[in-house]
């Protein structure tokens, strides 16, 4: 793509894509092996400086660059009353539809295809693991794989910068884990996932995106899910990803402040950022867990669980503000990052957007 991009927000959407859109923009969203915004090239920090403005939930995809380069000048994409983007003042508009998100769990509908396109193997020498299909595994010079079978026969696998691969790990592609992550012993990361920066895995994962510094070390399983950033899943904490009866999954809507179909078969969780879960926890397919919540059950708690919720269920109840900012303080420093300036005002805005939620 040639032009320059300025990517602006469309409040409804962000709202809608909640809780991952709660402590960041809809372009700081992960999927395959980088943010959405980082794949846009030429991207500029004003519109008066760019030759295109484009709706941030776009999916930066290469069909969409050969599609938005041959945007006319006032013109500008339309589809059923979204603007998508726009060159100029946009005067005109075309009846274009092109790819975006609308809702969370749309993000792992594309995990294959970002992850198929952005990774080109490295062909390393295997030492003491088995390659399947080396031509199509990248591993960084500073990366560590002991004794691990890496299976890219299916689709490519990238290992990043200071990534720790422990010994029986099993990574079957397409699968990315980014800079500074690392699998526990006899971790098993299956197709489509991506393990972002700083997260520390084990179990058995299977089509899911981390993002940056959250943690499921140990054994448990985790399908078809989303986990949000400093977040902590403890041991044995598991996920359902498909129903008994085999029908489409409903997920909480944050925009229709109820259950809507997402017309999927296998649907895990979307889990917010600061999440933990106490040991043994297990969570029922199409769970929604809003940011700032530290839970545990003895059986299902419910499929909705509401930002700054407290306790083992069935006893719920709401997250004492400063300790819920207390324990987001201890993960970021644990994880060795900056406390942001806004922490306290943004998790004041969840806090009152879901107050009525918890009560």
């Not at 560590?144 to 990238?158: C, F, N, R, T």
């Not at 917010?272 to 003895?298: A, K, L, P």
């Not at 407290?310 to 207390?326: N, T, V, W």
Request: charged share 15%; proline share 6%.
């Amino acid at each position: 793509m040639q032009l320059s991009v300025y990517l602006f927000e469309d409040q409804a959407i962000k709202a809608a894509l909640q809780p991952l859109t709660q402590h960041r923009k809809v372009a700081e969203l992960w999927v395959g092996t980088s943010t959405l915004e980082n794949k846009w090239p030429h991207q500029v920090s004003t519109p008066e400086n760019a030759d295109i403005q484009v709706m941030s939930s776009l999916l930066p995809l290469p069909s969409t660059f050969e599609i938005l380069d041959q945007l006319p000048a006032d013109t500008s994409y339309v589809y059923q009353g979204q603007i998508l983007a726009r060159r100029g003042k946009g005067t005109s508009s075309i009846e274009r539809y092109l790819p975006f998100l609308k809702h969370p769990e749309e993000l792992l509908n594309f995990q294959s295809e970002f992850l198929r396109a952005e990774i080109k193997g490295n062909n390393p020498t295997p030492g003491n693991n088995t390659f399947i299909c080396s031509e199509e595994i990248y591993i960084y010079p500073s990366a560590s794989v002991k004794g691990s079978i890496l299976d890219a026969s299916q689709g490519p696998i990238y290992i990043g910068e200071r990534v720790n691969i422990q010994i029986g790990t099993l990574i079957q592609g397409p699968a990315a884990l980014l800079k500074d992550a690392t699998t526990n012993i006899g971790a098993k990361i299956r197709p489509n996932t991506t393990i972002g920066p700083g997260c520390k895995v084990g179990g058995e994962i299977n089509h899911c995106i981390f993002f940056p510094f959250s943690n499921k070390a140990h054994d448990g399983y985790l399908g078809n899910s989303i986990v949000g950033s400093f977040s902590n899943l403890g041991a044995l904490t598991n996920g359902s990803n498909l129903r008994n009866d085999i029908q489409s999954v409903s997920l909480y809507d944050y925009a229709l402040k109820s259950p809507r179909n997402t017309g999927l078969k296998s649907v895990g969780q979307i889990i917010g950022d600061f999440v933990t879960t106490g040991v043994s926890t297990s969570f029922n397919t199409g769970t929604v867990i809003g940011s700032h919540c530290n839970v545990s059950s003895i059986g299902f708690p419910p499929r909705y669980i509401p930002s700054f919720s407290f306790g083992e269920y069935p006893e719920l109840r709401a997250f004492d503000f400063e300790k819920a900012y207390a324990a987001a303080c201890a993960w970021i420093t644990l994880k060795n990052q900056q406390i942001p300036e806004n922490l306290r005002q943004s998790m004041e805005e969840i806090w009152k957007a879901d107050t009525s939620f918890r009560n």
